[in-house]
């Protein structure tokens, strides 16, 4: 834990005989906690994983940090080595780390370093333990898409549709108000972007129906959901849009939002120019 000593063991990890590397993990076990959670530690602990090249000195490794993985998962520097364990150890004694990506996903996911662990099982994962910790992940997702945290768990950068799909069906109901949130309106954004035209016609349907559309419009985040839904949309949900837009046209030059959905409405549809109040 020395900031200059950890270099050395550093290098003996690395360039060591297979024997010595185990004298090092097996001197390192009783506190390898403590020394993951260190500053300097953490970089010898992730150099033992990346280096160990046998089953023992792998199944040593997962005996010492297991059953302290939440506490790991969530330090800042300790999240480090759990991440590389993901990218390191053979999935079945990383099946732990797996096993509490599910059971604790919210925990997880809504942590400032857990949720670069939850995306780290998500590029891992074998398959059983990745469709486990999406089914999760999507269960959650009206609470994720809230959070500072959780609303980054990139299942909608995968773009899958039936991921996409399974997303705006755990949102249906609610997109107004999640539209209206920092966070959530930012993963709405992502499920248009996604290219399924099915996901942009359900958004745009709820939208528009809303009560609180005039709201939306001069929203300094919803604004962009609506942009967004012009420039991605096809002929039948931009004919809904202007339809629903064109009657409040007199008041989107009254605030910066409403101008730029007014600027983007005029650049997909310039015949509804006609509409505008005259000067």
Not at 1 to 6: E, K, S
Not at 45 to 56: I, N, P, R
Not at 167 to 186: M, P, T
Not at 268 to 278: D, E, G, I, S, W
Request: proline share 5%; net charge neutral.
């Amino acid at each position: 834990m020395d900031p200059f000593g950890n270099y050395l063991v550093q290098k003996l990890v690395q360039y060591g005989t297979g024997e010595q590397r185990a004298a090092l993990i097996d001197g390192t076990v009783e506190r390898m906690v403590e020394v993951a959670l260190n500053v300097h530690g953490t970089r010898v602990v992730q150099k033992m994983v990346e280096c160990a090249d046998s089953a023992a000195q792998q199944s040593a490794l997962c005996a010492a940090l297991l059953p302290s993985i939440m506490q790991l998962i969530r330090d800042m520097n300790a999240n480090h080595v759990v991440q590389r364990c993901l990218a390191a150890l053979p999935a079945e004694l990383a099946a732990g780390i797996y096993d509490r990506a599910v059971s604790d996903c919210l925990a997880i996911a809504t942590h400032r370093h857990g949720c670069c662990v939850l995306q780290r099982c998500l590029d891992h994962a074998p398959a059983p333990h990745r469709e486990e910790i999406i089914g999760e992940v999507v269960r959650l997702a009206p609470k994720l898409v809230v959070d500072p945290f959780g609303n980054y768990v990139y299942i909608l950068d995968l773009r899958q549709p039936p991921l996409t799909h399974a997303v705006v069906q755990a949102l249906r109901g609610g997109f107004a108000e999640l539209s209206l949130q920092k966070f959530s309106s930012n993963v709405i954004e992502k499920c248009l972007k996604s290219g399924d035209p099915t996901a942009v016609a359900v958004v745009a349907n709820e939208l528009t129906a809303s009560e609180a559309f005039a709201t939306l419009l001069h929203d300094p985040f919803a604004n962009y959901v609506i942009q967004t839904l012009l420039t991605v949309g096809k002929d039948d949900v931009v004919a809904l849009l202007v339809a629903q837009i064109t009657p409040h046209l007199p008041t989107l030059r009254s605030t910066l939002y409403g101008k730029r959905i007014q600027a983007k409405l005029l650049k997909r549809c310039p015949a509804t120019k006609a509409a505008l109040p005259q000067r």
